[in-house]
């Protein structure tokens, strides 16, 4: 899991974005559960996926309010 920077993710369409973020969501939940069980060897992954989450809801929300006023 790489981080995902903003400018790549704004030339990313809306639906797109939207699966995206559902399957990070499905990501991090199959993370917290082996770092429950104590198999999770790279913790550094719930930290990345949970920003690229982070940055992919926030430009959504851009967009809506974007929506919204325009």
Known sequence: VKWMKAKEIRVTATEELEK????????????????SLGQLANTAKIKTIKRNIAVIKTILTERELAKKEG
Request: hydrophobic letters at 40%; charged letters at 50%; proline letters at 0%.
């Open 20 to 35: 995206k973020c559902k399957d990070l969501k499905e990501e991090l939940f199959k993370l917290k559960f082996q770092l």
